[in-house]
Each structure stands twice: as C-alpha cells, then as structure tokens.
C-alpha cells in the first residue's frame, strides 16, 4: 500500500509526465515537427484551481477558457430540505473537480423521437443524471482572480418552471470568447419540486414559501456570484441575467422580487415575456390534487418529504406547476399593472421570432389553405375573415403554416414582448430593447422559420446547435446576434459595429431590430398586425 502523502503522490505523477512531455517535444523540434504549441499548456495552467467561499475547485483549461462545471452552491435539496428554501452548502477541504455538469432537478426526460427536441437536443439535460442534488452550477472564464472586471452572463434555462437544465447543451465557452465575459449556467428545481404550493394547506407554517423555492434558489445562485466571481475574473457589479422561454420567464419574475434586488444589473429575456404570473388558486388546487394522487393527508404535509422523488414527478402528470404572487417572495406580478418598480433602474432587452409559435405544430403534415381557413374560422370566428385577409396582405408570399405561425405568435408572445417594453420604457429609467428575429431556422429545410428557440445559440455565439445548423450563415449571425448582446451587457446598450442604430424603445417610435442576415431597425414593423390584435 502506497504511504505516501496525498500531494507527495501528485508531485511525483505531475514531474513524470513533464520530463515525458519535456522529452517528446524536444524528439519534436528535432525532427522539424511543427506543434500547435497553444495545445500544450504548462501543467499546473491546464488545470486551474479557483477559490470559493466553500473552498477549493478544479476547472480545466479548454484553448484559453477556464471552464469549470457542476460547483456547488446550494445543499443536497432531499428529505428535509425538500420544499424548503436554498440552504448553503458545507465547506469542503480537499480540491473539488468541478469537470463534470451536474444532475438536472427531477423531471420527465424529452422525447428524443420529436423533431422539435431534436432539433435542440431538449433531450440531452438528463445525460448528467437526474436528483435532488442538483443545486450547481457552471462557469466559463478567460481568467481567474486578474482583476478583469469582465461582465458577468447569468443564464436561466427554458423548459418552462418543469424541464431542462443549465448543463447540456449550454456551452458558455463561445459567449465568454465572444465578449471576453464570464458565463455561469445554472440548475434549480423544478415542478412539484421548485414550485408546490403547501402554504395554504393544513395551516403549517413550515411549507409557507415551498410555491417559490424554485426562484430562491436562482437568487441563491446570483448570491453566490455576488460572493465568488471576483476570483473568476468577473465583475459582480454588472450582472446580466438572461433567458429564453421559461427562462424569460424566470427573469421577469426574478426582477419584481425583493430578495434578487441589487443582485443583477441588466435583463434579457427572449420569448418568455411574463407579464402575470398564475393565479394562486390554481396552485392550491394542483397541490391537493397531487396530496390525493399520493394518499397524503394535508394535516401531514411532511410524510411528502419521504416520498421517492420519482413518484411525485410520475404523479404530476400535465400539471403545470410554477411560481405565484405570494405577497412575499413574489410581492406582486411581474409587469402587471406596470413594469416593477424594483427593478426601474436595469435596462431590459426583450425579443422574439417571427414564427414563434411554429413548434406547436413542427410534427404536423404540410397545412393546406383549406385547413388554415377553417382554423382561423373555428378560433376567431366573427373576426375571423379580418385577421385572415389582414395576414395575407402584409405577407402574400407566406405559406399557410407560416400564417398559422405567425398569427398565434403575435396574438400571444409578440404581445406579451410588446407590453413588457412599453410598460419598462414608460419608467423613463432604465431603457428597453426590443427586437424581433425573421432570421429563419435551416432545420427541418429551413420551411417553418424563425420558431422558437432559433436564436437562443446565437445569443451564446454558439450556432452549433441543430436548430441553427452550424453553416457560415449561422456563425455571421450568431456574431452579430452574440456582439449585440455582449455589447448590452457591458453598458446596459446593444449598439455595436455588428448592427445598424438600435434606439431605445418607446410608444411614439417603436424602434424594433429586426435580425437577420441582413439587420435592419425598423419602427413599428408590421404595424398593421399590432394594431389588428390590439382590436381583437
């Protein structure tokens, strides 16, 4: 048996393989070999070692970006910690790797067959497993503890409040190249197990804010960038949260709630635009409902934090659980009546795609005119000749499942996206962004559009995804779509050389960006449709 002392062992691996390496490589220049010599970092840089409050990690060094994934900020969220607020974790002595992602919070894994999760690998959150463990998350940095200063991307995955995670297929490596930026993901939970609502049942005020441990865990995590991004190189003064779907979404309700106050400095958030939250009933009603599934009584809440997380999630069904207005954690709605006041000071941006809502129907055979009429006839009824004329004329050339997309999007998400930017810029405080994407998605041939989730890789500069398809055309626009936002986050402005004049946004010029290959701003675009769903 080896005596030798932990680091003792160490030394002696790490010289052996220096001398090998020293000797190759001398075999090498000897030779005229020519090496990628940036492909050979010194021993003791491959692998960097950054502090945190709760100790030591271990990252690897990926061609210049210190990447370091699954760190823990949270404790293990089973048994009694279940349904109950973030604990912080136990401080740790010996270096912990942080070279793997963590597990995703309990949920249903995606179905791999659907061409929609294909095409951006929504399968792939649980290949680093599924637990309640799953409080971690990831950081990618060009330098450690250098007093960079860089801005500091926080991103918050979609999926809803049920679904996904922070860990594949989200790389941060090309945002934090991009704008020589610090890059955290992020995990939390998720479903029954984020967002229960017990408070209201059995009068015990233990499960008083279990409706909204989901959220406080996200604030956990920007506390713990708070506390450690200086020693990745980041800047905790300038924060951006960001999200797409759910988790624009998440963003909305993180900027009306008082505990994430000062925790994050700019807001983006790109088809997800909330502007109320469920209402708390509903929640009362799911929460009995899955007691009864489960045979708990609501004067035992407690047995649930004995239950095997699997069976709560195989008994939530369709139930579509998430945050609340409690009057506390989630004092108020997000942007309803008017943008919050809490957050009046962080500029927001906020955009969607021109077909959007195409996914719902990705599976579906090709649509027919006759079978667009008699969908716009069957949901509008006696409008329904004016917003099928309406659409035709402001786009003749569209295909009839590109209609469909397109009315469903903005009598729904581009109306949410629109009154979040007109209530923000009312405050006259902090500026609101608005673009929207026509920049169309080469998967499935290219025929359905710009859908949903197109350009959440370009944001991260990232066009690897399915989705976007890796082409040339791909990586220009993830340039130009990565250096706006970079651009924002560092002065709360998107202007940069990758995109025309983008001003502010208000009622009188709704100055929109449209991205495409060719960017362009627009005022007001397609006003005819925005008026015609503001009749309706």
């Not at 990690?57 to 293990?76: E, H, L, P, W």
């Not at 992020?186 to 005020?205: A, K, T």
């Not at 990758?498 to 709704?510: D, L, T």
Request: aromatic share 10%.
């Amino acid at each position: 048996m080896n005596t030798q002392p932990e680091q003792s062992h160490y030394s002696r691996i790490t010289r052996r393989r220096f001398l090998k390496q020293s000797s190759l490589l001398g075999a090498a220049a000897t030779a005229s070999v020519l090496f990628p010599w940036s492909a050979y970092p010194a021993m003791a840089d491959g692998f960097p070692v950054a502090d945190t409050v709760y100790g030591k990690v271990r990252g690897m060094d990926v061609a210049g970006i210190k990447t370091f994934r699954g760190i823990r900020y949270g404790a293990n969220t089973a048994g009694a910690n279940r349904f109950m607020p973030p604990v912080k974790p136990k401080k740790w002595i010996d270096v912990y790797d942080a070279f793997a992602y963590g597990p995703a919070s309990p949920q249903t894994p995606g179905d791999p067959r659907d061409e929609y999760t294909q095409a951006v690998n929504w399968d792939a959150h649980v290949k680093s497993g599924i637990s309640e463990d799953c409080l971690v998350l990831n950081v990618w940095t060009p330098a450690l503890k250098d007093g960079g200063n860089r801005p500091v991307f926080f991103y918050i995955h979609g999926g809803g409040f049920t679904s996904g995670s922070g860990g594949y297929p989200f790389d941060g490596d090309p945002l934090a190249r991009l704008g020589n930026a610090v890059v955290v993901t992020v995990n939390h939970r998720l479903g029954p197990m984020g967002f229960l609502d017990l408070g209201q049942l059995g009068g015990s005020p233990k499960f008083a804010t279990s409706c909204a441990v989901g959220m406080l865990d996200l604030v956990a995590a920007l506390e713990w960038v708070r506390d450690n991004i200086t020693n990745f190189g980041g800047d905790p003064g300038n924060v951006m949260i960001f999200g797409q779907s759910g988790g624009g979404s998440k963003v909305s309700t993180l900027m009306v709630m008082p505990l994430a106050k000062g925790l994050f400095h700019r807001a983006g958030v790109q088809s997800g635009s909330t502007i109320t939250l469920g209402p708390r009933e509903r929640g009362v009603e799911q929460a009995s409902q899955l007691l009864t599934e489960l045979g708990i009584s609501k004067n035992k809440l407690e047995d649930l934090q004995n239950v095997p997380w699997s069976t709560i999630i195989e008994a939530q069904a369709n139930r579509g659980f998430g945050p609340v207005v409690d009057g506390t954690i989630i004092p108020k709605n997000p942007f309803d009546p008017a943008a919050p006041e809490i957050s009046v000071d962080v500029p927001l941006i906020v955009g969607y795609l021109r077909e959007d809502s195409g996914i719902r129907t990705l599976a579906a055979s090709e649509l027919t005119d006759d079978a667009l009429q008699k969908w716009i006839q069957d949901t509008y009824r006696d409008n329904a000749t004016l917003v099928l004329s309406t659409y035709r004329k402001v786009y003749p050339n569209a295909t009839p499942f590109q209609i469909q997309s397109r009315i469903r999007t903005d009598s729904s998400t581009r109306r949410r996206a629109t009154t979040m930017v007109e209530r923000k810029s009312a405050q006259n405080k902090g500026n609101a962004y608005l673009y929207v994407m026509e920049w169309a998605s080469p998967s499935f041939e290219g025929r359905f559009g710009a859908v949903h989730g197109t350009d959440l890789g370009l944001v991260f500069g990232d066009p690897r995804d399915p989705i976007d398809g890796n082409t040339v055309e791909a990586r220009k626009m993830a340039e130009i779509v990565g250096s706006a936002f970079v651009a924002f986050s560092k002065t709360g402005n998107p202007n940069c050389n990758k995109v025309p004049n983008w001003p502010a946004y208000n009622i009188e010029s709704r100055a929109t960006m449209i991205f495409d290959t060719e960017s362009r701003m627009e005022n007001d675009p397609t006003k005819e449709l925005r008026l015609l769903w503001e009749k309706i």
